[in-house]
């Protein structure tokens, strides 16, 4: 990883951090306004979901979930000290896991109406939604690099110069970068010098 891509991606990089913040601040807050997830933490109310202890009708898997954004924000943090493929990969899992679990939260949690949330529950959609714009940030800013750069680092693309022995005469080929016509499609596009 260099100076120069982390200066490229720190619009990314911010979201991330952000939506880790917010995701594992949204844990320790209480998740409902009113009821009974008001008094408690999220992860302490999903305690009581996975030990079967509320008189509400909640599914117990949905105890598990409450652990998840957490897990999912430090998944975001992880990946920013990784570059490439590794990057990517923890990124998307942390993002999923993340996306996933505050759904669920929300969707199926102990309350009847968008209004009982608290201050848990929108800290961990606000998480969610900035390591979402995060994503679309850091994949927007790589079109946009390989895009200026004319994807001149892929392996179709390589400007080189070969002997074509259709010619028979010794005329070198030499393939110039991929270049891309007006409906957006890509081709190949070969100079014969000789």
Excluded: K
């Excluded at 911010?14 to 601040?25: C, Y």
């Excluded at 990057?87 to 942390?94: D, K, L, T």
């Excluded at 392996?155 to 002997?163: E, H, K, L, P, V």
């Excluded at 259709?166 to 081709?187: M, S």
Aim: proline share 6%.
């Amino acid at each position: 990883m260099t100076a120069r891509s982390n200066r490229r991606r720190w619009p990314a990089s911010a979201f991330s951090v952000l939506a880790a913040g917010l995701l594992v601040a949204g844990v320790t807050q209480p998740v409902a306004r009113v009821g009974i997830g008001s008094s408690l933490s999220l992860h302490a109310l999903f305690d009581l979901v996975l030990a079967g202890n509320l008189p509400l009708d909640v599914p117990r898997w949905l105890g598990v979930s409450g652990y998840l954004p957490a897990i999912g924000g430090a998944l975001l943090l992880v990946a920013e000290a990784f570059d490439g493929p590794t990057r990517v990969v923890v990124r998307a899992v942390g993002l999923v896991v993340a996306v996933a679990s505050v759904l669920a939260i929300v969707v199926f949690g102990p309350w009847e109406a968008p209004g009982d949330l608290g201050p848990g529950a929108w800290l961990l959609s606000a998480g969610a939604f900035c390591a979402l714009i995060g994503a679309g940030v850091e994949s927007s800013l790589e079109r946009h690099r390989r895009l200026r750069r004319g994807d001149r680092n892929d392996a179709d693309t390589d400007t080189d110069t070969d002997t074509d022995p259709g010619f028979g005469d010794g005329r070198a080929v030499v393939r110039d970068p991929v270049r891309t016509d007006e409906e957006g499609d890509r081709h190949a596009v070969s100079t014969v010098w000789g």
